[in-house]
């Protein structure tokens, strides 16, 4: 049976939010919300969500804040932001926050839907909160952040947990290193794809038995790298 992908949508203006929550509803989504940036920073960092519709003008703390806060603790469920601001740049901070795609207020239901749907083929239906990973006694708890090898902690950056994440929720793929870029890093404008490279080294540094002979984070030459656990 198919997994109903979960949408997590935060929006102070009460009568939006029931507009947009009603609309997810009957569109087969299910939907969650949180009215301001605390409650939703908190929901975001529970787990399960398969997309955060996140309002960038929020009481309590803004959606850029909730955006960076939730990245650096390795959320890495899609992010669509909301904005009443029409400058570019604020639409670059957004995507340089880890955003990974903003729709202009007012905007138009449709166009909405079809951002959301784009997102969510490109994105696999997120484990729920209390389910991880785990392979050659390592395991990766998707709800936690946290990653350990025979009950013993594995010490990640943010950065790092997400990248694994990806590699996991992937498994079996070929991975560009542009799509990790995108995908994981959030945004298209790193000065150079040798980024994965070196934070793959490190991944490698942590969770392979022998690193200079890794098991599970594989190279598939001339392409980019590939899960195999």
């Not at 102070?12 to 989504?29: C, F, H, I, P």
């Not at 340089?96 to 166009?111: H, N, Q, R, S």
């Not at 790193?190 to 984070?217: C, F, G």
Request: a negative charge; glycine letters at 8%.
């Amino acid at each position: 049976m198919p997994t109903t992908p979960r949408v997590l949508l935060v929006e102070d203006e009460a009568g939006l939010r029931l507009t947009l929550s009603d609309r997810l509803g009957s569109e087969g989504y299910s939907v969650e919300t949180a009215s301001d940036g605390e409650s939703g920073l908190a929901r975001a960092t529970s787990g399960g969500y398969d997309l955060i519709v996140l309002d960038v003008m929020l009481p309590k703390m803004n959606g850029f804040d909730v955006c960076r806060e939730a990245r650096q603790r390795g959320v890495t469920t899609p992010i669509l932001m909301l904005t009443a601001r029409g400058q570019v740049v604020d639409k670059v901070v957004g995507l340089k926050l880890g955003a990974d795609d903003y729709v202009t207020k007012p905007f138009e239901m449709m166009e909405l839907l079809a951002r959301i749907e784009a997102k969510l083929r490109r994105a696999p239906l997120t484990p729920h909160p209390s389910e991880g990973f785990q392979f050659d006694g390592v395991r990766v708890d998707f709800r936690r952040a946290e990653v350990t090898r025979e009950g013993e902690p594995i010490d990640l950056s943010a950065r790092e947990f997400q990248l694994l994440k990806y590699f996991v929720e992937h498994r079996g793929a070929t991975l560009t290193r542009e799509e990790l870029l995108n995908e994981v890093w959030g945004y298209n404008s790193m000065p150079s794809t040798r980024t994965v490279d070196v934070h793959v080294a490190w991944l490698r540094q942590k969770i392979e038995p022998n690193p200079r002979h890794p098991q599970y984070i594989l190279t598939v030459h001339g392409m980019g790298y590939k899960f195999a656990g």
